[in-house]
């Protein structure tokens, strides 16, 4: 039976990424499930984060959640999310 990775605690469980892709120009941004459910909280759904390319500006981004690759390879970039005071 397949399990459904509905919340970013389940997806920690499973040592997942993250993949945030813009709809727009195809850019992704890949995030470790553990970083952002210390951010977010680990009850929240990874689809519904608030991503913004930082490319063309916009919120309109497709979310992926996707397993480690068995070997690292150097264009493997893994984004930590901060918080910017403003």
């Known amino acids: 039976m397949a399990v459904s990775i509905d919340t970013l605690g389940k997806a920690i469980r499973h040592h997942m990424f993250v993949v945030a892709t813009c709809r727009r120009c195809e850019r992704?941004?890949?995030?470790?499930?553990s970083d952002l459910g210390g951010f977010y909280?680990?009850?929240?759904?990874?689809?519904?984060?608030?991503?913004?390319?930082?490319?063309?500006?916009?919120?309109?981004?497709?979310?992926?959640?996707?397993?480690?690759?068995?070997?690292?390879?150097?264009?493997?970039i893994v984004w930590r999310p901060v918080k910017i005071r403003g």
């Open 41 to 76: 909280g680990h009850g929240r759904d990874p689809r519904s984060l608030p991503f913004r390319c930082s490319v063309c500006d916009v919120r309109d981004c497709r979310v992926t959640l996707m397993e480690p690759p068995f070997e690292r390879t150097p264009e493997t």
């Open 28 to 33: 992704q941004a890949r995030f470790l499930a």
